[in-house]
């Protein structure tokens, strides 16, 4: 009997609570969804120390924020997405809709930013806009071996390639890149990327820089490249795609 008047009462409960505007247990007791979809998205800062980062690549990191202060210097950020308008600028200029997959491209990361911290690329990037010239510490990790012992030279030719990137102050790509091996570098070692802008001809930025060890004693390779910017790249190309359209292909040659 005790029990039937119990669910008696639960039954008034709710019927004066959908009558009169009360909270009903079975759900106010329970957290507020959090609506995802108006919330700001914080991605992560990757050009940051972690546990990972060696006591070189510290000690660097903190003597270029000291130079960070008077404002000649600036740390660039990294996230493993690009910006949403790079993003669609390369969909609009370059991408075939045929393949253009929102759920793949969704999914898309920086190639340089997608290993776990200490395992393949560690790097953060100081840029000076006054001498036009960037400096990166970098770190390769163990999932960047080639050699047995040393760094993989095709890694440390996508690094070059990401700092003299940096040097354009926008979206660009790589029309030319030349590098000098000099001497192999070992694995999980720091080096200091010394880039700069050399010229400008109209559109295009001719670039060079230097890899060497921390203490500056070491050279290890020397690299000169030439990058076009994203839409006039884009522009280029689709009006030349249009002119050698049924002739078969033609090379076009920046």
Not at 7 to 32: N, Y
Not at 111 to 134: P, Q, S
Request: charged fraction near 25%; proline fraction near 4%.
């Amino acid at each position: 009997m005790l029990r039937s008047c119990t669910a008696g009462l639960r039954s008034i409960w709710a019927l004066r609570g959908r009558r009169e505007g009360a909270p009903r247990l079975s759900t106010d007791l329970q957290p507020a969804r959090r609506l995802f979809s108006t919330e700001k998205v914080i991605h992560k800062d990757w050009a940051l120390p972690n546990p990972s980062w060696s006591k070189d690549l510290k000690l660097l990191f903190d003597q270029f924020m000291k130079k960070c202060e008077d404002g000649s210097w600036e740390r660039l950020p990294s996230y493993k997405r690009r910006s949403t308008q790079e993003s669609e600028d390369f969909k609009t200029y370059f991408l075939d809709p045929k393949l253009g997959e929102e759920e793949r491209l969704s999914q898309a990361q920086l190639f340089t930013r997608g290993f776990e911290d200490g395992l393949g690329f560690e790097y953060v990037i100081f840029k000076n806009n006054d001498e036009k010239r960037t400096v990166c510490l970098f770190q390769g990790g163990p999932y960047l071996q080639g050699v047995p012992g040393l760094l993989h030279g095709g890694a440390m030719a996508t690094m070059i390639d990401v700092a003299l990137g940096s040097c354009t102050g926008g979206a660009v790509m790589t029309a030319n890149l030349n590098i000098n091996f000099k001497r192999p570098v070992p694995l999980c070692s720091v080096v200091v990327i010394n880039s700069q802008l050399d010229k400008l001809e109209g559109r295009k930025l001719f670039l060079s820089c230097n890899v060497r060890s921390v203490d500056e004693k070491t050279l290890y390779s020397e690299a000169t490249g030439k990058k076009l910017p994203l839409a006039i790249l884009g522009l280029v190309s689709a009006v030349w795609g249009f002119f050698c359209l049924g002739r078969g292909g033609v090379d076009l040659v920046f």
